[in-house]
């Protein structure tokens, strides 16, 4: 897999992807994880397409949010979401996880 890098020096256009509520959310419906796979490749793919720099896929409707992500499906979900949408387009592919951390290693 060849190294991807921003089409200029710098990113000038980053696009978000919101995605619907994922596996362990508190308003997740049971949507199949497939389909949130192909929202997530369809529309960052639209964003390449269109020129932008780079893409961000973000858990944005899973709020309420926690002080951290406690749920393992929605960690695991997000990893297999953004694998998917890394194979599929030519921009790097960046993640937030709100509430931007999961569960520290147990000592």
Known sequence: MPT????????????????PPLPGS??????????????AVRNSRTLDEVGFDAVILENYNDYPFRARVREAETIASM?????????????????????????????
């Not at 991807?4 to 995605?19: A, T």
């Not at 990893?79 to 000592?107: D, K, M, T």
């Open 79 to 107: 990893a297999i979401i953004a694998r998917e949408v890394i194979r599929s387009v030519n921009i790097p592919v960046g993640i937030n996880l709100l509430r931007n951390s999961g569960p520290e290693p147990r000592q």
């Open 26 to 39: 508190i308003r997740y419906g049971g949507l199949d994880l497939s389909t949130i796979i192909d929202f």
């Open 4 to 19: 991807l890098r921003f089409r200029d020096d710098r990113p000038m256009l980053v696009g978000v992807v919101h995605l």
